[in-house]
């Protein structure tokens, strides 16, 4: 997939616009032909096809994330990785359109981005505290446009959670990152950053460690690649997932015991770690 060549994001929005809407949407037996040709015969061409026609797609979800005060086309950028992860993951043979699948992996990257670029302080870590992040602001406008008011208390009724999640959520949202290149005081050249001791590593060290970082997280995934389909999901969300799913919850989807959902787990973290390192 690292082969496929999408338009170039430059600070023209217009100019991306005009470059995506020269490519045709497909009908269904396109995009299945294509995503088939794809799957089965690795066929880049037909994956270029597949993502461009959708790229309007990720635009117009892109819109829906323009109250964040983020650079739209950067939303566009992230929301195009998704895009290209969902073609790759992409079934054509279970009925249903890859705008429809690829739609949660776009959100995905999108959210994501919105969530470390709010600031350098990570926030709203589970599962939960993402979800109110994004309904938050969404609730409010809506509630204010109807009574004129909304507190915390309704916004706590209305989402189902406390009024001091309310509380620390808009807290957080509110408290943004201050530009350490900002002056102290006017008229002197005198920064925040000025007061701040440098202890980053020099750049050759961080370097060797990103590479470090991205050998290892693709010899991870090379690892997974010797599992069944039903053995990485439930890797991914027993262990790689940030919210992990309990045995019982894995158990009911298979229609399974908790015992049967451990043995695969332990079975499949066997595989992946005589893959990961074999033995000679």
């Avoid at 998704?82 to 043979?93: C, N």
């Avoid at 027993?238 to 045995?247: A, K, Y």
Wanted: charged share 30%; net charge negative.
């Amino acid at each position: 997939m690292s082969s496929v060549n999408l338009p170039v994001i430059t600070d023209g929005f217009e100019h991306y616009m005009t470059q995506i809407n020269r490519y045709d949407l497909l009908n269904r037996e396109q995009e299945v032909a294509l995503a088939r040709s794809y799957r089965n015969n690795n066929d880049l061409d037909a994956a270029h096809r597949l993502i461009c026609a959708n790229l309007r797609f990720v635009v117009k979800i892109a819109n829906e994330y323009r109250r964040y005060g983020l650079r739209q086309l950067d939303l566009v950028q992230e929301g195009n990785i998704g895009l290209m992860l969902a073609v790759k993951k992409f079934d054509p043979d279970r009925g249903i359109r890859l705008i429809s699948y690829a739609v949660w992996w776009i959100r995905a990257y999108m959210q994501n981005f919105i969530m470390s670029s709010w600031s350098m302080v990570k926030i709203g870590g589970s599962r939960a505290q993402r979800k109110l992040f994004f309904k938050l602001k969404q609730t409010q406008s809506a509630m204010r446009s109807l009574t004129g008011n909304a507190s915390n208390a309704d916004m706590a009724d209305e989402l189902a959670v406390s009024e001091k999640d309310i509380e620390e959520m808009a807290t957080m949202m509110s408290a943004r990152d201050s530009s350490l290149d900002v002056e102290l005081f006017a008229g002197e050249d005198y920064t925040p950053l000025d007061r701040l001791v440098d202890h980053r590593i020099n750049q050759e060290e961080e370097l060797a460690d990103r590479q470090e970082s991205q050998q290892l997280k693709e010899q991870v995934q090379q690892a997974m690649q010797v599992l069944n389909e039903r053995e990485r999901r439930i890797v991914q969300r027993r262990i790689l997932d940030e919210d992990p799913t309990t045995l019982q919850d894995l158990a009911d989807e298979y229609n399974i015991s908790r015992e049967r959902v451990r043995q695969i787990e332990q079975n499949a973290l066997r595989k992946v770690k005589e893959a990961f390192c074999p033995t000679n």
